[in-house]
């Protein structure tokens, strides 16, 4: 069986294999094709997720060592949408770092987009400072419950 190019001329018996289909190009496509998407999908979604405004942002305004087992903690919190409750953590350190008191402070809903909260953090060994863990706008229901 002679086979013709697009040349029109035809080749040689036994020197060149026969086609035998594009069937595992194809395969390699698809599968190749499938893999570009997921991981453009993967990228898109860490890239949505890291760089997007969150609905609410919470700021360590200033604390002050009280004593030995006391720290006072001022944070500023702002939210997109004030009617919402929201929720904060603030917690104190040693001057080692290790956590030595925490403290989840409710944000009520609020006419302001923007909160100056005050709340003390009591510690269990001597506080070398006072950080804002996070904020949530998921708030947990015991801190609801009147």
Aim: glycine content about 8%.
């Amino acid at each position: 069986m002679s086979t013709t190019p697009p040349t029109g001329r035809a080749l040689p018996e036994g020197r060149y294999p026969e086609d035998r289909g594009r069937t595992p190009s194809r395969v390699l496509a698809v599968t190749l094709t499938l893999l570009v998407v997921a991981l453009g999908v993967g990228i898109a979604y860490l890239g949505y997720t890291k760089f997007t405004t969150p609905d609410i942002d919470g700021t360590l305004v200033s604390f002050e060592i009280v004593s030995d087992d006391r720290v006072d903690v001022r944070l500023s919190v702002t939210r997109d949408d004030p009617s919402e409750p929201a929720v904060c953590i603030v917690r104190s350190r040693s001057r080692d770092g290790s956590e030595t008191g925490r403290r989840e402070v409710l944000i009520p809903a609020s006419p302001n987009g923007t909160e100056d909260i005050r709340t003390e953090v009591i510690t269990s060994a001597p506080p070398g400072l006072a950080d804002l863990y996070g904020c949530s706008l998921t708030v947990p229901e015991y801190l609801t419950r009147g």
